[in-house]
């Protein structure tokens, strides 16, 4: 069966500081992935999407990236942290046979940017 | 352009009464309909979804919800709540071409009265 990793759980870091948080999946092969940022009180908001290795589509443009050095890894990157980053950032992925699939989502890793 | 209205932000309903949470999208196309339930600090999990066939779609913990074609809604229900209902959740929806990307809801809070 297929599962989705993310890490950290939970992280706290100061703003200006870099970030990066990882989503591996395992049990599947050649997955879209997807990064959502989910804010106090509010829905969530598609930040990336891939459909491959080295292939990113941003959604919102922001001081956020994303990279998928590897098939089934996405990882979500900042070089210095704003205070409005903070927030509950999910993972996802889907097959990619099509758009009647479901997205399967992560823990979760909780960001508070002091 | 697709988009999604949750009417209420915040529903309460007392255990054992009838659990309604209400759905409505725009689309300028027929698209595929999404219920996912978030637990605090979890991740979505899938409780349905619409693709083709019958309109009534049941799904785990006795949800089930409705696409009306003619009333653009997709209202989710479950006959009696449980305690273990409370949560938040979310409607979604994604195109059957173009972009397979999902868009959600703002999110509906059920609290359970006991």
């Known amino acids: 069966s297929q599962t989705i990793h993310q890490w950290p759980a939970t992280l706290v870091q100061p703003v200006g500081s870099p970030l990066s948080l990882e989503c591996t999946v395992e049990g599947t092969s050649n997955p879209n992935l997807y990064w959502y940022r989910q804010a106090a009180g509010r829905g969530l908001q598609l930040l990336f999407y891939s459909v491959g290795i080295g292939q990113i589509s941003s959604e919102v443009p922001q001081n956020l990236s994303a990279s998928r050095p590897q098939d089934r890894q996405f990882i979500l990157s900042s070089k210095k942290l704003l205070l409005s980053d903070s927030g509950f950032y999910l993972c996802?992925?889907?097959?990619?046979?099509?758009?009647?699939?479901?997205?399967?989502f992560g823990p979760g890793t909780r960001l508070l940017v002091l | 352009a697709q988009s999604v209205t949750q009417l209420g932000s915040h529903v309460s309903v007392s255990e054992g009464a009838l659990v309604l949470l209400r759905c409505n999208y725009s689309s300028s196309v027929p698209p595929y309909l999404f219920w996912y339930v978030q637990y605090p600090n979890q991740g979505l999990q899938l409780l349905l979804k619409?693709?083709?066939?019958?309109?009534l779609v049941k799904g785990i913990n006795g949800f089930e919800a409705e696409f009306k074609k003619s009333e653009t809604s997709f209202h989710l229900t479950k006959p009696s709540a449980h305690m273990s209902d409370a949560a938040e959740y979310f409607c979604a929806v994604r195109l059957q071409t173009g972009a397979n990307n999902l868009f959600f809801g703002t999110g509906t809070r059920l609290t359970v009265i006991p």
């Open positions: 619409y693709t083709t066939g019958a309109t």
């Open positions: 996802a992925w889907t097959h990619n046979s099509g758009p009647q699939e479901t997205q399967y």
